[in-house]
């Protein structure tokens, strides 16, 4: 079975911190994503990644970076967290080449808190 | 603008009763669409995909349906199972640069 974890299922950050959010997946998957999921607003894509160092911006990428060094590995970063940015935070990974049938396999998800 | 709309918002349904959510969607042109399963505290699980030829894919007591035509799809649960709580994510796969656009969900809630 496909696994993809994520490092906190709980996270509380005050304004103004850097935060870190890992996600790690063990099927060897090519591609990453990072979604912020919002109530009414459904899933929304903030970066992805196609390959080690490779970055794509989604369609919310303002106040996000990523870094992917391993292949295995996809971090989001906060530079530096507002309240604006509590939300829950998926991460996705699927294989390469896209096909009309490709999954995308999600973690648990970081609910993700700023005070 | 590509747009996936679900109904209801939410459900309550007493278990062993069937129910069905709708999903509409504006996205063109059409790859595929697929319905997930999220459970609270969850991430998404995948429940049925399918692509413009199909019409009805069934997993267990889930049927999808699909009407490329008036670009529509619709899920239905038979026999509900208390488990079937959760919340349902229709996600179309279309559009420019073939992207994935993503309904807000339909929260279904079943009852004893």
């Known amino acids: 079975d496909v696994k993809v974890t994520q490092s906190s299922r709980y996270l509380v950050k005050r304004t103004g911190e850097k935060v870190f959010l890992e996600c790690v997946q063990d099927m060897d998957h090519e591609n990453m994503f990072w979604y912020r999921q919002d109530p009414g607003l459904g899933l929304r894509l903030i970066y992805f990644?196609?390959?080690?160092?490779?970055?794509e911006k989604g369609d919310i990428p303002e106040g996000y970076s990523v870094s992917r060094e391993k292949k295995e590995r996809f971090s989001l970063i906060l530079e530096s967290a507002s309240t604006n940015q509590t939300s829950m935070y998926l991460c996705a990974s699927s294989p390469s080449i896209p096909t009309p049938t490709d999954t995308q396999y999600f973690g648990p998800g970081t609910r993700l808190t700023v005070l | 603008k590509n747009q996936v709309e679900q109904s209801p918002q939410s459900l309550i349904i007493l278990e062993g009763k069937n129910c069905t959510l709708q999903?509409?969607?504006?996205?063109?042109?059409?790859?595929?669409l697929r319905w997930y399963k999220q459970d609270t505290g969850r991430g998404p699980v995948s429940l049925t995909i399918?692509?413009?030829?199909?019409n009805t894919k069934s997993n267990g007591r889930y049927t999808a349906t699909l009407d490329a035509d008036t670009k529509q799809s619709s899920l239905h649960i038979t026999a509900s199972q208390l488990s079937d709580s959760a919340s349902y994510i229709c996600?179309?796969?279309?559009?420019?640069?073939?992207?994935?656009?993503f309904g807000t969900g339909t929260q279904l809630k079943v009852e004893l």
């Open positions: 990644s196609y390959d080690v160092k490779m970055k």
């Open positions: 996600v179309v796969r279309g559009g420019g640069g073939n992207k994935l656009t």
């Open positions: 999903c509409n969607y504006t996205v063109s042109p059409f790859s595929n």
């Open positions: 399918m692509t413009f030829s199909e």
